[in-house]
């Protein structure tokens, strides 16, 4: 009997979105949790040794860290989103990593005191990436994989830092801004948000002073 | 035919000595090259995508962070050090990356400027472990695993502390105490860093105030 999953979220995460896409492309039924960061309750503290989401609760036991949820549900429920191959699958989840070292990059743009230096650095992050893909539509050609889950919730926060300015982080990276339109067209990168998010997220970075 | 691999890396690094310790326990031979972080070659710099250390070259491929490189090996090499069933290999998965959230602990340890929050807040980590070890002498009972992989340069850091002062961050935590002390005598977690490593940990300590 298939467990049954609940995803404990928040609304803005990046990482909690990683495994809702991928348990949309599976097509399991899950529950999600939303939990309040700022004042977070004595369960969830209880629940997640980093204080962090997502967590997935697998009937009574709890995973953590974004990674492993990830990869739990990729070698437990099919299709198959990592490579076959033990080689390039290694290869797909350290590009992953990379993600999170872009998504930290994306963090230090909107809180610094200093656009410019934060700009270029998160541009050079990006700029690595360009040729690591190829004819598309996905990371690695034909079928969407995890690397295509991880990042989708990147390219979003581009949706509203392109409402707030031309930044021109993506310009001049052909591959990755058709990788970042064929993202924004995929039914469980869309779903993986609610209907609030983009005025949710102006709201997060207004209060961080990035408008 | 088994690949050659070559392990990039740092004197120091905790993560290096993670993948090295999971190389010897599988017993397969291979070159390991050092990198002076302060001042990178351009091969390394064109090599790691985040210039960080550990890259495990498999024959003239190049694969980057430590939890990417020991589950390659795991999923390549026996004997195997995670658990196969795969939610107990999840739970595995995410008390190493624990352990990563550890070592960022003991980094804001010896460079905090006021030592005592910085003490607390590593201690919590450790406390929050505790009750999630068995028996021993391993992480998961009789059989060592990546877990213990991780730990070992971990506690590692203590073998030097210890000789600056008695901060008592594992006063009182009797398993961790425990194990710390089972891999302590691991020829494989002995092996993993060069006879000067306490020489040059002191040294590094002293640069950052710490001492």
């Given at each position: 009997?298939?467990?049954?999953?609940?995803?404990?979220?928040?609304?803005?995460?990046?990482?909690?979105?990683?495994?809702?896409?991928?348990?949309?492309?599976?097509?399991?039924?899950?529950?999600?949790?939303?939990?309040?960061?700022?004042?977070?309750?004595?369960?969830?503290?209880?629940?997640?040794?980093?204080?962090?989401?997502?967590?997935?609760?697998?009937?009574?036991?709890?995973?953590?860290?974004?990674?492993?949820?990830?990869?739990?549900?990729?070698e437990t429920i099919a299709p198959r989103l990592h490579?076959?191959?033990?080689?390039?699958?290694?290869?797909?989840?350290?590009?992953?990593?990379?993600?999170?070292?872009?998504?930290?990059?994306?963090?230090?743009?909107?809180?610094?005191?200093?656009?410019?230096?934060?700009?270029?650095?998160?541009?050079?992050?990006?700029?690595?990436?360009?040729?690591?893909?190829?004819?598309?539509?996905?990371?690695?050609?034909?079928?969407?994989?995890?690397?295509?889950?991880?990042?989708?919730?990147?390219?979003?926060?581009?949706?509203?830092?392109?409402?707030?300015?031309?930044?021109?982080?993506?310009?001049?990276?052909?591959?990755?801004?058709?990788?970042?339109?064929?993202?924004?067209?995929?039914?469980?990168?869309?779903?993986?948000?609610?209907?609030?998010?983009?005025?949710?997220?102006?709201?997060?970075?207004?209060?961080?002073?990035?408008?």
């Open positions: 009997m298939r467990p049954k999953l609940e995803l404990v979220s928040h609304p803005l995460c990046p990482y909690v979105q990683r495994a809702a896409i991928a348990l949309a492309e599976k097509g399991v039924p899950f529950t999600r949790t939303s939990v309040d960061l700022a004042a977070r309750p004595d369960w969830f503290t209880r629940l997640s040794p980093l204080g962090k989401v997502p967590l997935l609760i697998v009937d009574d036991e709890v995973l953590f860290e974004s990674a492993v949820i990830c990869d739990y549900l990729d490579p076959e191959d033990p080689l390039a699958r290694a290869r797909h989840r350290a590009w992953i990593e990379y993600g999170s070292a872009i998504l930290n990059a994306i963090g230090n743009f909107y809180n610094a005191a200093e656009r410019a230096p934060a700009r270029l650095a998160l541009r050079e992050k990006f700029a690595r990436l360009e040729p690591e893909l190829g004819e598309g539509p996905w990371f690695a050609g034909a079928s969407f994989c995890m690397v295509d889950a991880a990042f989708g919730p990147i390219f979003r926060y581009f949706d509203v830092f392109d409402q707030i300015a031309d930044f021109g982080i993506l310009t001049g990276l052909p591959r990755l801004q058709a990788w970042r339109a064929a993202l924004a067209t995929r039914p469980s990168v869309r779903a993986a948000v609610g209907p609030d998010y983009r005025r949710d997220l102006h709201a997060f970075l207004r209060d961080r002073g990035f408008q």
